[in-house]
């Protein structure tokens, strides 16, 4: 089993819909959890953190759950402008030196 | 404003020619990583710089080498650039969890 697995798509979406993305990971042990975008031949940046309690930003939105060890990232109201890869990144640890382990990556095409 | 800074952002390299890539913060953050990162795939880990401790992954090869003179600064050099080496190539850097990519160096070998 891949340490970080996503769904690679494409997930092709119409402009207002809502999306969701699942992200599995296999340690348990894994502390901190994050989403990166990544737009074609562009270097990933940081879209949000996830929190055992879930967090919110704007039209996004990220959860996780540790007792099936997945994070999710539901996107509402789906812009084009959010053609991009999402990239699960799990970390096993909080501070430091961290060795993250990056998933391949969902790839979402909103289409008008 | 403070960021990750790599040059050049597109390389061309001869086949088995040296060539090397550089990339530079103002962040101050003590760890610096470099990723290689080939279409469709997720980037994968090289080395990292923890200060100036190195730490190569196991399935580096040996014809990626890499420098890091101070805390701004880090260099990957390719010795023998072959075909299968091309890919886009991305430093990081990170102090308390989440990193901050470069824009990365697209290396293309012909």
């Known amino acids: 089993r891949k340490e970080v697995e996503q769904d690679p798509g494409p997930f092709n979406v119409p402009e207002g819909a809502t999306v969701a993305f699942n992200c599995t990971y296999s340690?348990?042990?894994?502390?901190?959890f994050f989403w990166y975008r990544q737009d074609c031949r562009k270097e990933p940046k940081l879209l949000m953190s996830v929190y055992s309690s879930g967090n919110e930003d704007g039209r996004f939105t990220a959860q996780l759950n540790r007792a099936s060890q997945y994070i999710s990232l539901l996107i509402r109201d789906s812009k084009l402008s959010d053609s991009a890869t999402y990239l699960c990144?799990?970390?096993?640890?909080?501070?430091?030196?961290?060795?993250?382990?990056f998933g391949i990556g969902t790839k979402l095409q909103v289409i008008p | 404003d403070a960021m990750v800074i790599q040059n050049p952002r597109y390389q061309v390299t001869q086949f088995g020619k040296p060539v090397t890539l550089s990339c530079s913060q103002t962040?101050?953050?003590?760890?610096m990583y470099w990723y290689q990162q080939k279409s469709s795939q997720a980037p994968k880990l090289l080395f990292h710089?923890?200060?100036?401790?190195?730490?190569n992954e196991a399935d580096t090869p040996d014809n990626f080498q890499s420098r890091r003179p101070n805390t701004s600064f880090c260099f990957l050099d390719i010795r023998s650039p072959g075909l299968g080496d091309a890919a886009m190539y991305l430093c990081?850097?990170?102090?308390?969890?989440?990193?901050?990519f470069g824009s990365g160096t697209r290396l293309t070998v012909v």
């Open positions: 340690n348990s042990a894994s502390q901190s």
């Open positions: 962040l101050n953050h003590n760890v």
């Open positions: 710089y923890y200060d100036k401790d190195f730490n």
């Open positions: 990081a850097t990170s102090l308390d969890g989440g990193y901050t």
């Open positions: 990144v799990v970390n096993p640890s909080w501070g430091g030196y961290q060795k993250v382990t």
